[in-house]
């Protein structure tokens, strides 16, 4: 059964930083590009940012308005997907979620995460 | 950049009724990398459709997508009561970024 289940959100301060994490398991986690999607309170779905293989080179995608501020970054070895948030802003507050993505050709998101809420306020 | 736009913004309908939600596109997808995901209230979001119109692993016939030019349907053939959801479409092309659209609320009649 695939898993994911994300950690580490929390309360930040605005300009402050936080590390969200991801273990994943039920499935052969460095074949898969992994994503991160957010929700803010009551809003739709907003894509942030992408890690794919080793065979593309762990090569990195970022929405515009994290671009700069944040970083994915993943472990095989652990079967973890990390999102390293920096400079954060009122407007980062959101629910996160980590998402397997499907292997090629189709690369839709396949399977979620239950979630992580960051808050960002003073 | 795509956008996507979706219609209605709120569908009131009946168990038993058929749902058509639709998700119009500002461009072509390519190679109808379109997908429909369903949330529900508390939960994370669950992909239904991919490719336009490939069922995910484990979703019931009775949703289907289909695609015409630059705009996409979801179907519910007869509703069942745990249908009632916000539903999203999504383009998952070649490149980035992946946007989603503002979302269906299927709420009952």
């Known amino acids: 059964e695939v898993q994911l289940v994300e950690s580490g959100g929390g309360l930040v301060q605005p300009g402050g930083s936080l590390r969200l994490s991801c273990a994943a398991s039920?499935?052969?986690?460095?074949?898969?590009?992994m994503d991160w999607v957010r929700q803010a309170p009551g809003k739709g779905l907003e894509w942030v940012g992408r890690?794919?293989?080793?065979?593309?080179?762990?090569?990195?995608q970022y929405a515009a308005s994290v671009k700069g501020r944040f970083t994915i970054s993943r472990d095989d070895s652990k079967n973890s997907l990390y999102l390293q948030m920096s400079s954060l802003k009122i407007e980062d507050t959101a629910v996160y979620y980590c998402?397997?993505?499907?292997?090629?050709?189709?690369?839709?998101?396949?399977?979620w995460g239950q979630g992580t809420l960051v808050t960002v306020s003073s | 950049e795509i956008v996507l736009t979706q219609s209605p913004g709120t569908l009131s309908l009946s168990p038993g009724e058929r749902a058509t939600l639709s998700c119009r596109a500002s461009?072509?997808?390519?190679?109808?990398?379109l997908a429909w995901y369903q949330q529900k209230p508390g939960q994370a979001p669950r992909l239904l459709i991919y490719?336009?119109?490939s069922r995910a692993t484990g979703i019931p016939d009775r949703f289907s997508g289909s695609e015409s030019g630059t705009d996409f349907t979801l179907t519910i053939s007869r509703l069942e009561p745990e249908d009632f959801a916000v539903y999203y479409c999504?383009?998952?092309?070649?490149?980035?970024?992946?946007?989603f659209g503002q979302g269906t609320k299927l709420e009952i009649k």
């Open positions: 998402i397997r993505v499907q292997l090629a050709p189709h690369r839709a998101f396949d399977y």
């Open positions: 039920g499935f052969t986690f460095s074949d898969h590009y």
């Open positions: 890690i794919k293989n080793k065979a593309n080179s762990y090569t990195t």
């Open positions: 461009q072509s997808v390519s190679s109808s990398f």
């Open positions: 490719g336009a119109s």
């Open positions: 999504q383009q998952y092309g070649s490149s980035p970024p992946y946007p």
